[in-house]
Every structure is written in structure tokens, then in C-alpha cells.
């Protein structure tokens, strides 16, 4: 009996203990889940936090992955599949500014929310273009005219009137920042152009009139410029004057300085003649006594003979004649002409210039001992002479119309003496002499006073010229040239 009392007391028992240990399960489970096991919902940032966004360029979005933490069933970090990630953003690509990306997802009443900033910014620098310029360089002391320029930014645009422009000597530079700061600085090299020309003075002005036989000489130039400053090495001269024919001729002078501004300048060298002298003849009977190749020791003797006889003769004296002598000449009112420095035939005939040369010079030796600028003149050998055409052909015909022009008279003669290679003797020469004269109403006689058995003779001549009723005369420039027929 009592077995079956305790029988019946057992299953009251164990669903007292079942329902019990279900309960306390719960409480457990509950408790575990919700209260010990805070588990939560991650959003992962894939990429950076914080973007930059070059302007112009576009957003990727690297995506988010959310992940579950803290939870005892599942692995720490399990990211839940298919689940629903929303985006929310205000961001414009196509303005600067900051941005936000906010990601947002839920899970079993689990909410996670995660952020990224998106910078959109622009770094780079506005562009400056210049219009190039035409003229290329400057001239000097101009202001320069801006050629052109524009400035345009990726971001800004059109900035050109943001240009900040500064101009110094050769360089103007162009800046501009754009609106995030970016700076653009461009340069414009503007070289200097001197625009101008160097300066040529001509000393003797650029018309220069020399007479026929006088070598023209350069007078002289300075050339300057304004930034080369003294440039007179560097100038050009071309041109010739032919100082024994008549005639205008340019001269010209040429120079550049640095920066290839050329100047010319022209001189024009008047080469003038001289009017020829109109011959006047003598009154009556009249002889000239003409004297070559001195003066000599004997020319003293000679002039004291001429003084005794009151006669007046001329002299073509040499350049080893005694300048005490020929100074003698002209004090005792004879006449004084130029013969040769040389009286070499081959050198003064080889050209017209070696004429000249030796012809300036003699008249120059003669002003230089006597004080006169004598213009009378013979040619050694004669106008006639045939020795010349070995050195110049046709220089004689040159010569005597080149000597007339250039102011000089040359006289020839009509009476030859026979003193320079036929006689040696005086009487020789005195018949010679008054043969020819005897023949002329005007002579011109021509001795030479280096030989004394020449000078000896003079004074038969004198008086028998004197008894004969002849003056004897010093040639003057007007007097008769007798001038030979040509023969080269
Ligand atoms: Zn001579």
C-alpha cells in the first residue's frame, strides 16, 4: 500500500522538476543573450576615412562591410550576407566643399552607422597663356604695349582679370592665384630694342672738294652709339677717289651696332679742276732762261752773272738741290719750278699717283725753303719725252692734261742748249743757244745749272742778247708752255 502511495507521489514530482529546469533554461538563455551577450553591428570602412577628391575627377566608392561583434554563436567579425547597406550623401563632385557618406545598416534590431568625409578640393594651378608678341622686343625707352595674355583654371575658369601684372625693365610677369590658392606665374622676356643708329660724323662735312692732284686723304670720322658708345673702329669705309680725274665720289661709311641698327653715311668727294691758265705772250723779243736739276755749286756764280746782266731766269730745281740756294733764287727775283724730287724716270713715270706724289712733294720742299707755292712745272725728260712709255704707256698725255687741271703750268722749251750729253763744251752751248734764239721772237731756252761749262756760257748769251735787243725773263705762270708734241 504504502509502495503505491509513493507511486503515485513520483510523477507530480518530476514535472514539478522539468517544469523547473525549463525555467531556469530560459532564464539562463535569456539572460546569456541579452544580458551577458551585448553583440553589436559594425560597419567597416573599406579605404580611408577622410577622402580627397581631386576636382574633375570621380568618386569610387570603396564600399563598407558590416561585421558582427561580440556575439557568442558567431565568429567575431562575421559579416552578415544579403544584408541591406544604405548610403546616404550630399556630395557634388563637381563643387569644392566637404562631404559627408553616411552607411547605415540593421540587423536583428542591431543598428550600425558608419561615416566618411569626402574633401573634394583642386590642386591644380590655373594656367596663364600670352598671346605672343609680334614686334618681339622693345625699343628703347618705349613703353611697352601688352601684347595679350588670358588665365584660365580648371576649377574657376576664366580668371584672366585676377591677373596681377608687374612690369620691370625686359620682363613683365603675370600672376594669378585660383580660388584654393593655387598659384600660376608666367614671364615675358621682353628684350630690348635699340631702335637707334649709331651716329657717323664725317670731319669735313659729306661734301669734300679737294683739287685734281691732291691725294685725298680720309679726314676723318667718329661713329657713336647710344648703347655701343664709341663704334668708330667698326665702321666701313668703301669708296675711291680718283684725285687725278675730275669728279664727284661717294664715300661711304657704314656701321652697326650691337643690335644691328645701321647707319650710312656718304661723303662726296668733289675732285675739281683747276681753271687751265690763259697764255699771255710776251711783248718783243723775249728769252727764258730756264735752268734743270739744280740748284748747284755753280748756281751762286750763275745768279751773280744773271744780277750783272739784270736778267731774270727760272730754275726747276731737284730734290737734292740746296734749299739755301733755291732760296737765293727766289730773293734775287728768279723764277722757281718744280722739276722732281727723284728725277728718276722709272719711278715717277711707273703711274699717274707716282707723278703726283713726287710733284706735291717738290712743291712742297720748294715752300718749305723759300716761302713760295710755285705752280710752274717741267717734266724731267720733257711733256715729249719717249722714256716713260717704258714705265706708263700714255702717262705723258695723261700727265699734261692731269698737271693743268690740278693748277700747275708746264713749260717745255724751244731752244735746247745741247748741255746734257751732246757738248761739254761752252762755246758749244753758247752757239746752240743763240742759234735757237736767234730763231724765235719769244724762247725758251733750257739749260742745266749742275754743269758749270752750261753756266759758263750764260754770260756770251746775256751779252749777246742784251746787244741784240732781247729781255731776258723769268717765266710766270701766264708766260708760254711751248709745249712739245706728245710721244707716249
Ligand atoms: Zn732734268
Known amino acids: ?42 560597419l567597416v570602412l573599406t579605404g580611408e576615412p577622410k577622402v580627397l577628391l581631386e576636382y574633375g575627377d570621380s568618386y569610387t566608392e570603396p564600399g563598407v562591410t558590416p561585421v558582427l561583434r561580440g556575439t557568442m554563436f558567431l565568429k567575431d567579425g562575421y559579416t552578415p550576407g544579403n544584408l541591406e547597406i544604405r548610403r546616404e550623401t550630399d556630395l557634388n563632385e563637381g563643387k569644392l566643399g566637404k562631404y559627408t557618406i553616411t552607411y547605415c545598416a540593421e540587423w536583428l534590431n542591431c543598428q550600425a552607422s558608419a561615416q566618411r568625409e569626402i574633401r573634394v578640393i583642386d590642386t591644380e594651378a590655373p594656367t596663364i597663356t600670352l598671346t605672343e608678341d609680334p614686334e618681339g622686343s622693345l625699343e628703347e625707352g618705349v613703353i611697352y604695349q601688352e601684347a595679350g595674355f588670358t588665365a584660365t583654371d580648371n576649377y574657376d575658369g576664366d580668371i584672366t582679370d585676377r591677373v596681377v601684372r608687374t612690369e620691370e625693365p625686359g620682363l613683365v610677369t603675370y600672376a594669378v592665384t585660383d580660388s584654393s590658392g593655387n598659384p600660376a606665374v608666367a614671364k615675358r622676356k621682353i628684350p630690348m630694342r635699340d631702335m637707334v643708329l649709331p651716329e657717323i660724323l664725317l670731319e669735313g662735312g659729306e661734301d669734300y672738294v679737294i683739287t685734281l692732284g691732291t691725294r685725298y686723304e680720309e679726314p676723318g670720322f667718329t661713329a657713336t652709339d647710344n648703347v655701343d658708345g664709341d663704334v668708330t673702329a667698326m665702321v666701313q669705309v668703301e669708296g675711291e677717289v680718283d684725285w687725278l680725274t675730275a669728279g664727284t665720289y661717294p664715300i661711304t661709311y657704314t656701321v652697326a651696332d650691337s643690335c644691328e641698327n645701321t647707319a650710312v653715311v656718304t661723303r662726296n668727294v668733289e675732285v675739281v679742276t683747276q681753271p687751265w691758265q690763259d697764255t699771255v705772250y710776251p711783248e718783243g723779243k723775249v728769252v727764258y732762261l730756264t735752268f734743270d736739276d739744280g740748284p748747284s755749286a755753280y748756281t751762286e756764280q750763275l745768279l751773280d752773272v744773271l744780277d750783272d746782266y739784270g736778267a731774270k731766269a727760272t730754275f726747276f730745281v731737284v730734290g737734292s738741290g740746296s734749299g739755301r740756294m733755291m732760296k737765293q733764287i727766289v730773293n734775287r727775283g728768279h ?5 722732281s724730287v727723284s728725277h728718276d724716270y722709272g719711278q715717277i713715270y711707273s703711274s699717274p699717283e707716282a707723278y703726283f706724289d713726287d710733284l706735291m712733294r717738290m712743291q712742297s720742299i720748294i715752300y718749305d725753303n723759300t716761302g713760295v707755292k710755285t705752280t710752274l712745272m717741267r717734266f724731267p725728260g720733257g711733256s715729249s719725252n719717249l722714256v716713260s712709255r717704258k714705265s706708263c704707256e700714255g702717262i705723258m698725255t695723261f700727265l699734261t692734261q692731269a698737271v693743268q687741271d690740278a693748277g ?23 752757239d746752240n743757244v743763240i742759234e735757237g734764239i736767234e730763231q724765235h721772237r719769244v724762247s725758251i731756252v733750257l739749260q742745266h745749272d749742275i754743269h758749270s761749262y752750261s753756266v759758263d756760257a750764260v754770260e756770251d748769251i746775256l751779252r749777246w742778247g742784251k746787244r741784240n735787243g732781247y729781255r731776258f725773263l723769268a717765266l710766270s705762270p701766264d708766260s708760254p708752255g711751248f709745249h712739245h708734241d706728245l710721244n707716249n
Do not use: C
Not at 17 to 31: D, M, R
Not at 335 to 339: A, F, K, L
Not at 416 to 429: I, L, N, R
Open 335 to 339: 723764277s722757281i719750278g718744280i722739276h
Open 1 to 42: 500500500m504504502e509502495k503505491s502511495s509513493k507511486k503515485r507521489g513520483r510523477p507530480m514530482l518530476w514535472v514539478l522538476t522539468a517544469i523547473l529546469t525549463l525555467g531556469v533554461l530560459a532564464a539562463a538563455a535569456y539572460f546569456t543573450v541579452f544580458h551577458i551577450n551585448h553583440f553589436s553591428l559594425e
Open 408 to 430: 700747275f703750268q708746264y713749260f717745255d722749251w724751244n731752244v735746247y742748249s745741247g748741255d746734257a750729253g751732246e757738248t761739254k763744251k761752252t762755246e758749244k752751248v753758247v
